[in-house]
T-cell receptor
Framework: NAGVTQTPKFRVLKTGQSMTLLCAQD?????MYWYRQDPGMGLRLIHY???????AKGEVPDGYNVSRLKKQNFLLGLESAAPSQTSVYFC???????????FGQGTRLTVV | QQQVKQSPQSLIVQKGGISIINCAYE??????FPWYQQFPGKGPALLIA?????SEKKEGRFTISFNKSAKQFSLHIMDSQPGDSATYFC????????????FGAGTILRVKS
């Protein structure tokens, strides 16, 4: 039972490069989320999705785009990476009722 | 604005002692209050959660105390062990489209043996 799987686990980008982070969940959850974690700031919501084909902005959406073409996958894109996007990114999924959110292992991204 | 405020930022406790982490929230519409535990290099994992219709919930050595009128809730870890050393996050969500979790800034707990 894989739960929530994120790829890649580590990545180094040069300023201006683009990349896509992939999140896959096998629990048939409707809701999926992308968070970023920075020291002393907890986890901040970037974008989220309430179902296949839907996306919505979270607290810190600027510089990121997302897509949810299939229910089990949620992609986070950086079109033109900036050093301020150096962070650890977590994907999570959840049922529609307010219960446990399951997190992936994280992607550590460094933008130089 | 920070909707969930967590303190302290870091905490050192002796083995066998009690660890206490506090959180305060602003939005009275929040109706689900979980605590997540995160070990280095791992994603957060649910530790224990409470809803506002109860004032306390206990699971093993972990207890959440909830004060609705004060808009505060806290995590108590009894008989703290070195294996409890981790980062702890409080969070809150409300019954709404997306059920988005809002997190506190986190507390780094170190239990000294």
């Amino acid at each position: 039972n894989a739960g929530v799987t994120q790829t890649p686990k580590f990545r180094v980008l040069k300023t201006g490069q683009s990349m896509t982070l992939l999140c896959a969940q096998d629990m048939n959850h409707e809701y999926m989320y992308w968070y970023r974690q920075d020291p002393g700031m907890g986890l901040r919501l970037i974008h989220y999705s309430v179902g296949e084909g839907t996306t919505a902005k979270g607290e810190v959406p600027d510089g990121y785009n997302v897509s949810r073409l299939k229910k089990q996958n949620f992609l986070l894109g950086l079109e033109s990476a900036a050093p301020s996007q150096t962070s650890v990114y977590f994907c999570a999924s959840r049922r529609t009722d307010p219960t446990e959110a399951f997190f992936g292992q994280g992607t550590r991204l460094t933008v130089v | 604005q920070q909707q969930v405020k967590q303190s302290p930022q870091s905490l050192i406790v002796q083995k066998g002692g009690i660890s206490i982490i506090n959180c305060a929230y602003e939005n009275t519409a929040f109706d689900y209050f979980p605590w997540y535990q995160q070990f280095p290099g791992k994603g957060p994992a649910l530790l224990i959660a409470i809803r506002p219709d109860v004032s306390e919930k206990k699971e093993g050595r972990f207890t959440i105390s909830f004060n609705k009128s004060a808009k505060q809730f806290s995590l108590h870890i009894m008989d703290s062990q070195p294996g409890d050393s981790a980062t702890y996050f409080c969070a809150a969500s409300k019954q709404a489209r997306g059920n988005k979790l809002v997190f506190g800034a986190g507390t780094i707990l170190r239990v000294k043996s």
